[in-house]
């Protein structure tokens, strides 16, 4: 079983940047596939980014490319997520996400089987 925490979540402006933290335990951390999902109020939760084992394949979604950076550290158990350039519409609580695979370059869009409790961030003016 696998627990994960989240931080890093606030208030910030158009513009502004914002770094989430996710701290994992209860299972070995490099044998997880890790992502970030995030639901808007009032919409449908989405996927963001995912991360390899070994950190060699990256996926982002097209709304965040270019702006969000996901990175992780498995000798520490966590997975980072760096939000620059901030838009109002990246307003949303923010889930860390972790699945079990077999292959260190595997990436995961959907089916995360562990989720954490969210970290709200909040883009306005």
């Known amino acids: 079983q696998v627990q994960l925490v989240e931080s890093g979540g606030g208030l910030v402006q158009p513009g502004g940047s914002l770094r989430l933290s996710c701290a994992a335990s209860?299972?070995?951390?490099?044998?997880?596939?890790m992502g970030w999902f995030r639901q808007a109020p009032g919409k449908e939760r989405e996927f963001v980014a995912t991360i390899s084992r070994n950190a060699g394949n990256i996926l982002y979604a097209d709304s965040v490319k270019g702006r969000f950076t996901i990175s992780r550290d498995n000798a520490k158990s966590t997975v980072d997520l760096q939000m620059n350039e901030l838009k109002p519409e990246d307003t949303a609580v923010y889930y860390c996400t972790a699945r079990m695979s077999a292959l260190s370059t595997t990436v995961y869009t959907d089916g995360m089987r562990y989720w954490g409790k969210g970290t709200l961030v909040t883009v306005s003016s």
């Open positions: 209860g299972g070995t951390f490099s044998n997880y596939v």
